[in-house]
């Protein structure tokens, strides 16, 4: 299967413009999404409501390291990019490197950036910058129970 994973910044820069010519309105949303669970499918879903084209910034396997622990990421970004790619609520999905998204945010300039409502709005990574481009932040609820660290639980429990 063909991954929808972008080869880099600017071509999918270029994608996004045809968009936006045609009056479209994009969705950011990133994250790990280490293990897809119901959890994660509900919360694309809503993100895609919000907009024309859902693009997902996915940390590579460094930055979830870092930010989850040695045990993570559990797929690697290949794998993560490819499960991703076979929703049809994801358009596009991008790799990147560092512990936030912020400086792919601001190249990317989506009108609408979304998060968990697990995130403070205060401390959701590029909010400032979208709003400051007139763009919108949303947060979505998240499915109680179900995620990604409770799964590994569960199966350590098991």
């Not at 994608?15 to 950011?28: C, K, M, N, P, Y």
């Not at 919000?50 to 794998?79: C, F, H, Q, W, Y």
């Not at 919108?136 to 098991?158: A, H, M, N, W």
Request: hydrophobic share 50%; net charge neutral; aromatic share 4%.
């Amino acid at each position: 299967m063909q991954t929808k994973l972008a080869a880099d910044v600017p071509a999918l820069q270029l994608a996004l413009r045809s968009v936006r010519e045609r009056g479209g309105r994009v969705v950011f949303t990133n994250g790990c999404f280490d293990l897809l669970h119901p959890g994660h499918v509900r919360y694309l879903g809503a993100a895609r409501a919000l907009g024309d084209v859902l693009v997902v910034g996915l940390n590579d396997d460094a930055s979830v390291l870092r930010l989850k622990g040695a045990a993570r990421p559990i797929m690697t970004l290949a794998e993560r990019a490819e499960v991703l790619s076979a929703l049809a609520v994801v358009d596009h999905v991008i790799a990147f490197a560092d512990d936030t998204p912020v400086a792919l945010i601001r190249a990317l300039r989506p009108d609408v950036l979304v998060k968990g409502a697990d995130w403070a709005e205060s401390d959701i990574a590029g909010a400032t910058d979208v709003r400051s481009w007139g763009g919108t932040v949303e947060r979505i609820d998240l499915v109680p129970g179900v995620s990604t660290s409770d799964i590994i639980r569960r199966i350590k429990q098991s």
